[in-house]
Nanobody
């Protein structure tokens, strides 16, 4: 089992920045993917960004150039730096981790609220 704990959400004005953190309870053997998803009220959960064990990253189109995903392997932690935030970025942000092998369990954090409002 892997527990994921998110932190760093909050209220920010449009154009502002936040950094989310996701700490895993233990290291995850590769190959794996760790990433961030978000879910706004009345909408489906959507991918924000993902980082693979090899270091490659992928972003949803609307986040490219504004969000950056990174990791600290020593701390088993993944970060999401969010800049130029918009009201439409308001959502609960969830951390996700999954080994990229058949039958692997999908792990989720409890979510952290990000609200972008003036």
């Amino acid at each position: 089992q892997v527990q994921l704990v998110e932190s760093g959400g909050g209220l920010v004005q449009p154009g502002g920045s936040l950094r989310l953190s996701c700490a895993a309870s233990r290291s995850i053997p590769g190959p794996y993917a760790m990433g961030w998803f978000r879910q706004a009220p009345g909408k489906q959960r959507e991918l924000v960004a993902v980082i693979l064990s090899g270091g490659s990253t992928n972003y949803a189109d609307s986040m490219k150039g504004r969000f950056t995903i990174s990791r600290d392997n020593a701390q088993n932690t993944v970060y999401l730096q969010m800049n130029s935030l918009k009201p439409e970025d308001t959502a609960v942000y969830y951390c996700n981790a999954k080994r990229l092998i058949p039958g692997a369990e999908n792990y989720w954090g409890q979510g952290t609220q990000v609200t972008v409002s003036s």
